[in-house]
């Protein structure tokens, strides 16, 4: 009797949905993907999660996995990764969450960006995408949300010429490090690159403005989004690549990139932790409790931060610290050099307020909703 697939609902242009489609091509698990638009999805996972949200995936068994944080790690969960994105070594795992942290938030504001502040240049291509089929007048209501989001995120008229300086810094970063590695610690993708693929493939890399950047600018970052969204290793132009790096080592070319992701989230990053312990100094909740008083809510307030130095209120996402945790449960389970190393690495680059020292409080989700949790 022939297994039923797995099913993703997802959609081409979702930035979420990018990493777990890759991860599930790279391992080699059975999928079809299908359109959250579908009548299954009304019918069967709407009920059960109780937002709408992308991507989903469905097992063969009927269980029900959102997110592709959580998609990659039920697999790595139940042994069914062929190639895991876990690195062996410690220091190795704790840069891979780290980066994974930063492609999955810390590139929100660019993704958004490019593909809001530029609709004009690249309306066809949007409405293409964002139609999947559907008569145009059907969709602008979600364009036109996410259009909305730009301030939440801290793009203003005083923060995009910034917010463009620091994507081609960005790309300069990776190329260089692309250019000698097919991928962030060796020949074997991780959680750091399934994470900076989501924003990497789904905006920046597909949507015809800032592809171009990339594609003139960058053409090693380029080949990396093929390479990641590939069904193999796709190093043909990397033959000598093999493994991880040896000795739980860390490419001096992702020292730069660190850097690059403390310049530009170090400050907000540490106010929005800030603002979720206070939060729930005040509100005091119960281990369970649902973070927003609806599923469907992304940020529970706004907190003042600064961009590049530039002063921009900004939405706090819940879900942020879920990505925080991961970061901080592995440099708490490292010790003696391993640790200090960690704890270095993150002072240099002004991100260490964000993961040293006890927090109180955590994000975890239940039954398809984020809840908070004891730390």
Sequence with gaps: MTRSP?????????????PARAYLRKQGIAYVER????????????????????????????EIVQDSVDIID??????????????????????????????????????????????????RFLDHAFAAGAPLEAVQNVMRRMQSYLPGLGVTPETIPLIEQGFEDLLDILDAHFSVHPYLLGAIPSLGDYGLLGPLFAH?????????????????VFRWVERMNAPDLDITDLPDASGWVEDDGVPETLEPLIAHMGQEMGPELADKV?????????????????????????????????????????????????????????LQSMSGD???????????????????????????????IEVWAAA
Excluded: C
């Design 6 to 18: 797995h099913v993703l609902y997802g959609l081409p242009h979702s930035l979420y949905t990018g």
């Design 35 to 62: 359109t959250p638009r579908s009548e299954p999805f009304a019918r069967d996972i709407l009920p059960v999660i109780g937002r709408s949200i992308i991507p989903v995936m469905v097992t063969p068994e009927g």
């Design 74 to 123: 039920h697999f790595e969960a139940n042994g069914a990764a062929s190639l895991s994105a876990y690195p062996p070594g410690p220091r190795q795992t704790f840069v891979a969450l780290l980066l994974q942290l930063y492609g999955n938030q810390g590139l929100l504001r660019a993704a958004m960006h490019y593909r809001w502040t530029y609709y004009d240049q690249q309306a």
């Design 204 to 220: 920046l890399g597909r949507d015809p403005v800032p592809a171009d950047i990339m594609k003139r600018r960058a053409p090693a």
């Design 274 to 330: 800030a603002f979720l312990a206070e939060h729930v100094r005040k509100t005091a909740p119960k281990d369970g409790d649902p973070v927003s008083a609806k599923p469907h809510q992304r940020t529970i307030g706004t907190t003042p931060s600064t961009y590049r130095g530039v002063a921009a209120e900004v939405g706090v996402q819940p879900y942020l610290l879920y990505l925080v945790g991961r970061v901080r449960r592995q």
């Design 338 to 368: 391993d640790r200090a190393w960690a704890l270095d690495l993150l002072g240099r680059h002004g991100l260490r307020a964000a993961f040293d020292g006890e927090l109180g409080v955590a994000v975890d989700r239940r039954n398809h």
